[in-house]
């Protein structure tokens, strides 16, 4: 069966997450996605640096090499006047245009909405920015942090003294994603209107609406709920606890894992505590049932206690160091990784592959991540470009 996106064209003007892992999503489910960026490089090509180039300096970094698969790469400065010529010739042949960018500098560029509309009705344009339009902060810069920070969570996540942002850029991935559903979203509508339409992602708008249980309760009835690190507030016993040898996280929610927590606990009694009758009541009192659970994670290594709660029912895991995950054996077996082969690399890379999986037309990572505007010539002589106009281009510093 073909892949779910054959045929469709994508431009990436991306940088760093949001924009470029929403296209590789795309190009994931079988579009040709074009990655274009500055002459010299992007921004995000040497973040978290994991290759050497040949004269020792680092090379290309983590963040690249997983956001870039299943693209070509082209070099090109759009804010070149010859270069925006290409850029506009792209865009003639594009089914999907991903940006990143501020909208003033989308305007600069002629890459916000009436420009690409204009050139081409049945483009779909993807953009993302840190807060989205139509408020007063919508020329603002910011990354996943700031929105982290700004939507409660960092708060939430630490202590009163000192919040804590997550490692995990989960802003950007999950803007990424939406984007992707978004635009996966107007390419359906333009099968029955013919029509493109604009996406916007916002990097607030995504961590606002993962924040919700909080931010909704805090709304509704007010709590003004403060920092309780790893301990749940709305449930319990939800909480990081340490073993013997180790850390495991172990998360019960609702009365029946209540039940099967007292049991293995033998604190049954605890069944009738008023303290404890309902989800909320025992994420009221859950620095008891922390403690309680403390002391019997205590006596025991990660492995027994994983095993005895497995046997239990309830739900628990390891906490892992980065080498832990990458060494597990389910994550190994279930196909997680994709392997990829890159100049300067000190052995074959892996990267992780579509996070969904679809039964009938999967994600594949057919393209290790492009080289620096490895593809330049190849695409430009797809849109007409000649051998000469290309070395024009190239001469005038437009590519």
Known sequence: MAAVLNGIRVLDFGRYIAGPYCAALLGDLGAEVIRI??????????????????????????????????????????????????????????????VNLPPQTLRSLELDWPSVHALNPRTVLTTVSAFGSGG???????????????????YLAGTEAQPVRSYASWVDFGTASLAAFGTMAALFARATTGRGQLVEGALLRTATTFATQALLEQDMIAPDRVPTVNRGQNAGPADIFKCKDGWITILVNGDPLFRRWARLMGEEQWLKDPRFANDQARGDNGAALSERTSRWCAERTVADALAELERAKLPAGPVFKPQQLLDDPHVNAAGYFASIDFEG????????????????????????PPALGQHTDEILREIGCSKDDIAALREAGAI
């Open 136 to 154: 007063p902060y919508e020329e603002r810069l910011g990354f996943d942090g700031v929105a982290q920070a700004m939507s409660g969570a960092v």
């Open 345 to 368: 690399l000190a052995k074959q890379g892996r990267i992780f592959t579509t996070p969904v999986v679809l039964s009938e037309t999967p994600g594949t990572v057919r393209m290790s």
């Open 37 to 98: 960026e500055k002459r010299d490089g992007s921004e995000d090509r040497t973040l978290v640096p994991v290759t050497r180039r040949a004269d020792g300096s680092p090379g290309e970094g983590a963040v690249f090499l997983q956001m870039n698969r299943n693209k070509r790469g082209l070099t090109l400065d759009p804010a070149h006047p010859k270069g925006r010529e290409i850029v506009k010739r792209l865009i003639k042949t594009a089914d999907v245009v991903v």
